[in-house]
């Protein structure tokens, strides 16, 4: 018996459960270290930073004194209510549309979803220079097929910032579109074919199916597309630059403007006060997504 045990290998002592998860917590809390330096260094600091440079109630004073910064809110009201909701309600439409099994429809919906998978600098800046006045293929066209020269697009602020609009719809609506062509997929066929028994019109089958089962995703979006859309950057700035007479700047690209002058305390004022609007939005769509 003795030279059989001496031959049996060792069993190790199982090791406690206790110590497994006390060492995975170690593993998992450190490789969690690196992420947070990272949030600490580039979004807290900045943010912090930024919070700073705009502490003097002096800086709001000068901003507010400065006639291209009440323009400035006004505008991007106007890019809200206006581009947003009218983004929002083609893609309703567009839904609709896209959701139908025909083989050309799909075949047409690679091609509407190429301007938001295409970056934003290279598809803004060729549109930019289709409507350049002198040589742009916009004015070409026109002269061509009327004799008359066509109009200076970016020196009116009205047409531009209309067009920065259309620039930010345009780019932006495959996205929308998308997400409420999946709200639709996900009511129930069933629901079509009892209104189309009851002898329903199309109308009204949005109008009691379609709309009750996606309101709430409709919404959502919406107000989710109006904080992004605070934020947007490109479709104003390099469009039109904030041009004409700094006539067509939002939130978003007022502190370019501030920056480029060499006034950094009034580029963080101008993004300090753009809470009032961002809070609120983000407030409400929290509200609703706890429901």
Do not use: C
């Amino acid at each position: 018996m003795s030279d059989i045990a001496a031959v049996l290998p060792a069993v190790p002592a199982p090791v406690p459960a206790r110590s497994r998860s006390t060492s995975y917590a170690f593993w998992g809390r450190l490789l969690v270290v690196p992420y947070i330096l990272i949030f600490l260094v580039f979004v807290l600091y900045p943010v912090g930073y930024g919070l700073w440079l705009a502490r003097h109630p002096q800086s709001y004073v000068k901003l507010f004194e400065d006639p291209i910064f009440f323009r400035t809110v006004i505008n991007t009201i106007v890019f809200l209510v206006v581009g947003i909701n009218v983004k929002m309600v083609v893609a309703m439409v567009l839904s609709g549309f896209f959701v139908q099994s025909r083989w050309w429809i799909k075949a047409l919906s690679l091609v509407f979803i190429l301007p938001w998978a295409l970056p934003s600098i290279p598809t803004i800046l060729s549109v930019r220079f289709m409507l350049n006045p002198e040589w742009g293929v916009i004015n070409s066209l026109i002269f061509r097929f009327t004799g008359l020269d066509g109009p200076n697009w970016l020196n009116d602020p009205t047409l531009a910032l209309s067009l920065s609009m259309l620039m930010h719809i345009w780019k932006s609506l495959p996205f929308w579109t998308l997400i409420l062509i999946a709200g639709r997929l996900a009511i129930p066929a069933e629901q079509y074919e009892a209104a189309s028994v009851d002898g329903a019109t199309s109308w009204q089958k949005f109008r009691y199916i379609t709309w009750p089962s996606m309101r709430t995703l409709y919404l959502t979006s919406t107000i989710l597309s109006m904080i992004w859309t605070l934020g947007d950057f490109n479709s104003v700035y390099l469009l039109t630059g904030g041009g004409p007479a700094d006539l067509t700047h939002v939130l978003a690209t007022l502190g370019i403007r501030y920056l480029r002058l060499d006034q950094v305390d009034l580029a963080m004022a101008s993004i300090v006060v753009a809470m009032p609007l961002v809070l609120p939005l983000v407030f409400f769509m929290m509200k609703r997504l706890s429901k």
